[in-house]
C-alpha cells in the first residue's frame, strides 16, 4: 500500500514563528504536492514538485515556501506563520503516468495563534 | 479560470436512501476526472473517469461522465452511516504539471440510522 505520512496532525504555532510541515512518500513517486483545505475553499495547491529540488507555484504560493532535498520527502515552509495560514495542510504524491491517482496523506491541521 | 462546481455542499438522508452527489466542470483540455472519498483523514481515492458514458463500479458506489454537458455524478445506493464523508471531485487538465488537480470544495454527506 502507498503509504503518505506527515509530521504532525495538530500543530499549534503563534504568529511570526517560522513553521516547517514534512511530507514523506515510500513508493518512490515523481510527484509531490502541498494542499491548504479550508471550509467553503476545497482544496488549494499551494506548491508541487516534479523531481529532487525542482517545484513550481500553485495557485496560492504567497507565504510559503518548499524544499524537495530528497525524492521521499517534501517539506512546505511557512517563514513567518500569520493567523490566516491557520488550516488544514494535506501533502499527496503521485506516480510519473497519464492516468495515476493523487495518494494523500492524513492532514496537518495548523493553528496559528 | 478553471473551475469545478460541487453541488449540493452538504446532503442529509437516511440509511438505507439513494443520493447522487453532481460535479461540473469548466477546464481548458479536459484529461480525466477523479472522485475521493474524505472521512476525517487522508482523502482516498474512489474513481478515475476519461471517457463519457462508461460506468465505473464499486459495490454500491458508481460514477459516471459526460464530456458533453461537462459533469460527472457519483450515486451511492443503500447508503449506511459509513458513507458519511465529504465527497470530492476533481479534474486534471493537459498541459501544465504533471498530475496537477483542479478540486471542488467537495459535498458533505451524512447519513443517518
Known sequence: DVKVTQSSRYLVKRTGEKVFLECVQDM????MFWYRQDPGLGLRLIYFSYDVKMKEKGDIPEGYSVSREKKERFSLILESASTNQTSMYLCASSGEGTYNEQFFGP???LTVL | EDKVVQ??????????????????????NFRSLLWYKQEKKAPTFLFMLTSSGIEKKSGRLSSILDKKELFSILNITATQTGD??????????????????????????????
Do not use: M, W
Not at chain 2, 453541488?7 to 481548458?28: A, I, K, M, Q, R
Open chain 1, 28 to 31: 518512490d513517486h515523481e510527484n
Open chain 1, 107 to 109: 492532514g496537518t491541521r
Open chain 2, 7 to 28: 453541488s449540493p455542499l452538504s446532503l442529509v438522508v437516511h440509511e438505507g436512501d439513494t443520493v447522487t452527489l453532481n460535479c461540473s466542470y469548466e477546464v481548458t
Open chain 2, 84 to 113: 458519511s464523508a465529504v465527497y470530492l471531485c476533481a479534474v486534471r487538465p493537459y498541459g501544465g504539471a504533471t498530475n496537477k488537480l483542479i478540486f471542488g470544495t467537495g459535498t458533505l454527506l451524512a447519513v443517518q440510522p
